[in-house]
């Protein structure tokens, strides 16, 4: 939605009830300031989630931290990270790649079994930094005719937050030209990765 006051477009939730006029607690919901401070036995949102992160039980979700019995059809959907990250950006608290470093070496991990898997020859491109200083996860894939470099971003992170890092390290390389580099978000890299490199190989070699 577009925020008049700044003029700039926020990530936005629609919330609404599933009965016949509403049962009122998408109004509740809404309404709730999730984000003020509590008494000492009630915590706010941010603490909540927190206190989530802190187990560090799993990577994605599990019985112990998201997981449970009732919310059985989604599952596949419920991921403890990303949904921390949108909650503090609806804080209007900072996100650095501070915040989801660790998480994009699992990612990688995941996107390099299946090249492998696939018998797609690749190598990681070391020391390609941030303007924090942190790593930015790039692979160098290579095909018959050429090779193209893909970088691991965040669905919900600015082109210009590390994807333009990465651009402009990357260019001075002897095999790199603006065709050549691609990005692959969290959510193709946990559900699909394979099926969007084989898009971009396909859209290469026509």
Not at 164 to 190: G, R, V
Request: charged fraction near 25%; charge should be negative.
């Amino acid at each position: 939605l577009m925020n008049t006051e700044v003029n700039e477009i926020l990530p936005s939730i629609y919330i609404s009830d599933t009965l016949p006029n509403g049962s009122g607690f998408s109004d509740r919901f809404f309404h709730q300031d999730w984000f003020s401070n509590k008494t000492d036995k009630e915590m706010n949102l941010l603490e909540y989630v927190e206190n989530k992160l802190n187990q560090s039980c799993c990577l994605e979700s599990c019985y112990k931290c998201l997981k449970n019995y009732d919310n059985r059809f989604i599952h596949p959907y419920l991921n403890l990270q990303l949904g921390s990250h949108l909650i503090k950006l609806f804080a209007k608290e900072v996100l650095t790649s501070s915040d989801f470093i660790n998480y994009e070496e699992y990612l990688i991990d995941l996107i390099e079994k299946d090249l492998n898997d696939e018998g797609i020859e690749f190598s990681k491109v070391n020391n390609v930094l941030d303007k924090f200083g942190n790593p930015i996860s790039v692979l160098n894939i290579k095909t018959s005719n050429m090779n193209f470099y893909l970088v691991l971003t965040h669905p919900l992170e600015a082109p210009s937050f590390r994807f333009l890092d990465a651009y402009k390290q990357l260019e001075d390389l002897e095999d790199f030209n603006e065709d050549s580099i691609f990005n692959i978000n969290y959510i193709s890299a946990l559900t699909k990765p394979l099926v969007e490199i084989k898009r971009i190989l396909s859209n290469i070699e026509e």
